[in-house]
């Protein structure tokens, strides 16, 4: 399974983004889809995640403000941010939890990561 996430970029205060992720290669089903975030000198942290059948979550600090999608048929998941704030400053890192062949439990897969720069 390899994720490739687009969207990433420099944004003012207030200003909105979307990032999107799409999974590709031998994919057997996707179980959760989601984005976390790793600020510089900060751990990674859990930014939004949907489950299979729609369900998302949020992490405290964007609820209101970010809208995470997915497309189950494109496999592709999509995270629009509203009102940035300077502190949403961070790598963003598409993730899934998904199984790559049939029969094998499931694992965590990441994408490359994309930068989220907002200015104030």
């Known amino acids: 399974v390899q994720l490739q996430a687009s969207g990433g970029g420099s944004v003012q205060a207030g200003g909105s983004l979307r990032l999107s992720c799409a999974a590709s290669?031998?994919?057997?089903?996707?179980?959760?889809m989601g984005w976390f975030r790793q600020a510089p000198g900060k751990q990674r942290e859990l930014v939004a995640i949907?489950?299979?059948?729609?369900?998302?979550n949020y992490a405290d600090s964007v609820k209101g403000r970010v809208i995470i999608s997915r497309d189950n048929a494109k496999n592709t998941v999509t995270l629009q941010m509203n009102s940035l704030k300077p502190e949403d400053t961070a790598v963003y890192f598409c993730?899934?939890?998904?199984?790559?062949?049939?029969?094998?439990?499931?694992?965590?897969?990441w994408g490359q990561g994309t930068l989220v720069t907002v200015s104030s």
């Open positions: 949907i489950s299979s059948g729609g369900s998302p």
């Open positions: 290669g031998s994919i057997a089903g996707i179980n959760n």
């Open positions: 993730y899934a939890y998904a199984r790559a062949t049939f029969g094998i439990p499931p694992s965590d897969y």
